[in-house]
């Protein structure tokens, strides 16, 4: 648990979090290991989980046109599928371990909800930083579209 605790502590996603807010939420959150090749979630599967990446690399692809497309690598201390604790959609890439020993925390949409109802200034700041990466990535994407035109 301490291994998450120092990653979180350094996620974007967690800033303004007390170390009892992080630690009530690396409780609901359950160590998966992985190795290279590993698929962790498939495009298109019904999203209900984020991940805390605490070790290793991970790559995520998008089938486009039934070609499989490497869209971005993420290693330590980011996190993917976060938009499954905000929608019940599907998932819009597949996330493969890119090297042995890749270890990742899930942290199930159910879990999450039933620590922000308890806990309602948690909610609102992870919430608040899941708008503001969201608001980020959409205004960089408007900005390379019109770059395109």
């Known amino acids: ?18 170390d009892s807010q992080l630690e009530r939420i690396a409780a609901i959150s359950r ?15 019904e ?3 984020m991940y805390i990446i605490a ?3 991970v790559e995520i692809s998008v089938q486009v046109k039934g070609t499989s497309r490497l869209a ?6 980011q996190v993917f599928g976060e938009v499954a604790l905000l929608d019940y959609g599907h998932r819009s ?11 990742v925390y899930s942290v199930a949409r159910d879990s999450f909800e039933n620590l922000c109802m308890s806990d309602h200034l948690l ?5 608040r930083n899941l708008a503001l990466d969201l608001s980020f990535k959409l205004r960089h994407r408007n900005t390379d579209l ?3 035109v």
């Not at 648990?1 to 979090?17: A, D, H, P, S, V």
């Not at 890439?93 to 270890?103: F, G, R, Y």
């Open 123 to 127: 909610g609102y700041l992870v919430m």
């Open 146 to 148: 019109a770059d395109e």
């Open 1 to 18: 648990m301490q291994e998450l605790l120092r990653t979180m502590k350094n996620i974007e996603l967690f800033r303004g979090l007390n």
């Open 47 to 49: 999203g209900d989980t």
């Open 72 to 77: 971005i690598y993420l290693g330590e201390g």
């Open 93 to 103: 890439a597949t996330v493969t371990a890119d090297e042995d020993n890749t270890v």
């Open 31 to 45: 160590r998966e290991d992985y190795n290279e090749g590993d698929v962790i979630l498939k495009q298109d599967a």
């Open 55 to 57: 070790q290793g690399q």
